[in-house]
C-alpha cells in the first residue's frame, strides 16, 4: 500500500473531489482525518470508508478559520502523533467568463480572499508541524485557469498564486525534508452534480465560450479539444494525488502537476 501506516488531512473533504482523494488515500492505507465545514456531510463520508476497511474520522473545520486550523492540526497530531501528508480540497464560488475589463474589483479579488487564503492556511499550518517531525507532503490545489488565456476573472490569477505560493512554500521546508507539490487538474465534468455554485460556474465560462453548459459537458465541437479526446475525471486527478503524496514522487517538491488530458501541454 503507497500510504500504509500515514496520517493525512485532507480539507473539504466532503466535496467530489475531496472524497475522490480521501477514499484513495484511505484505500492505499493512510489514516484520514476528514475536515469540512459541514459535520454531517463528512461524518457520513467516514462511515463509507470505514465500511469499506478503511480509517476515517471526520472533524468540521472551516478551512478559513486559522485558529480552526490550528487547532485540528493539534487534535490530529495528538491522536496520531504526527502528520504525513495535507491536501486541500475546499472549493469556492467565483466569477468566470466577464472579461478583466468589465469585472468589478470585488469579484475580482473574492478569489484571493477564499482559494488562495485557505491553501495558505492550510499549507503553512501543516508546514509548521512537518518541519518539527522534519518529513511530510503538502500537496496543494491549483487549476488549468493559472495557464489558460480565457476569461476567468480573479480565479485564474489566484490559481496562479497558489503555485507561486507551493514553489516558495517548498523552497522554505525542503531543508527539513518536507515537500510541497501542486495538483493542477483541468475542469472536471463530474464535479457539476455535486454543488450549485460549480454548475453556475461552469455555465458563465461556457457561455464565455460562445456555448452552452451542455456543449461544454459533452465536449462539442468549438469546445477545448484535449489530446486524449476526452474531459478529466475525479479518478485521473485522485491517482495523481495519491502519486503525489507517495513515496513514489519522492524527486518532486516545489513541481505543478497538470492533469488535464492533453489541454495543456508543456
Sequence with gaps: ????SRVAVVHGAAGALGSAVSR???REGATVYLAGRTLDKVEMLAKEITAEGGRAYAHQVDALDPAAVDGHLAL???E???????FNAVGVDHVQGVPLRDLALADFVAPFDTFVRTQFLTSAAAARVMVA???GVIVTLSTSAARAPMPSGGFGVACAGIESLTRELAGEVGPFGVRVVCLRPDAIPETVAHGSYVRQTWRRAAEANGATLEDMLAAKPGMPNPLLGRAVSLADVA???LYLASDLSSGLTGSITTVGCGVLVD
Design 1 to 4: 500500500m503507497l500510504l500504509e
Design 24 to 26: 484513495a488515500f484511505a
Design 76 to 78: 490530529v497530531t495528538g
Design 80 to 86: 496520531a502523533g504526527r502528520l504525513d501528508v495535507s
Design 133 to 135: 517531525q522534519r518529513s
Design 239 to 241: 491517482g495523481t494525488a
